[in-house]
């Protein structure tokens, strides 16, 4: 059973920045996609973006060029940069381990992920 512990959530204002990171229990961790979703009040959770064990990544449209995914398979971490929040960017972030991708590959779609976190909140002040 993996274990994933995202940290560095908080309250910042419009425009500013923060980086969260997901730290995994599992020394297999190098082999596994890694996801962040996120979760606003009364949404659906919602892709944000991905990264294979190869370190290939993936966003959704809206976000590229403001958020950044990226690991460290030392340190058995995922990062996710965030520049430039928004409000709109305020929700629940969650980190999710797909086991089963080939080192290449990532996905968009959460039922693929196998591991999950238990969330951080960012909270984007106007």
């Known amino acids: 059973q993996v274990q994933l512990v995202e940290s560095g959530g908080g309250l910042v204002q419009a425009g500013g920045s923060l980086r969260l990171s997901c730290a995994a229990s599992?020394?297999?961790?190098?082999?596994?996609?890694m996801g962040w979703f996120r979760q606003a009040p009364g949404k659906e959770r919602e892709f944000v973006a991905a990264i294979s064990g190869s370190g290939g990544t993936v966003y959704v449209d809206s976000l590229k060029g403001r958020f950044t995914i990226s690991r460290s398979n030392a340190k058995n971490t995922v990062y996710l940069q965030m520049n430039s929040l928004k409000p709109e960017d305020t929700a629940v972030y969650y980190c999710?381990?797909?086991?089963?991708?080939?080192?290449?590959?990532?996905?968009?779609?959460?039922?693929?992920?196998?591991?999950w976190g238990q969330g951080t909140q960012v909270t984007v002040s106007s």
């Open positions: 599992e020394r297999t961790f190098s082999s596994y996609a």
């Open positions: 999710a381990a797909d086991r089963d991708m080939p080192p290449d590959r990532m996905s968009t779609r959460s039922v693929r992920y196998d591991y």
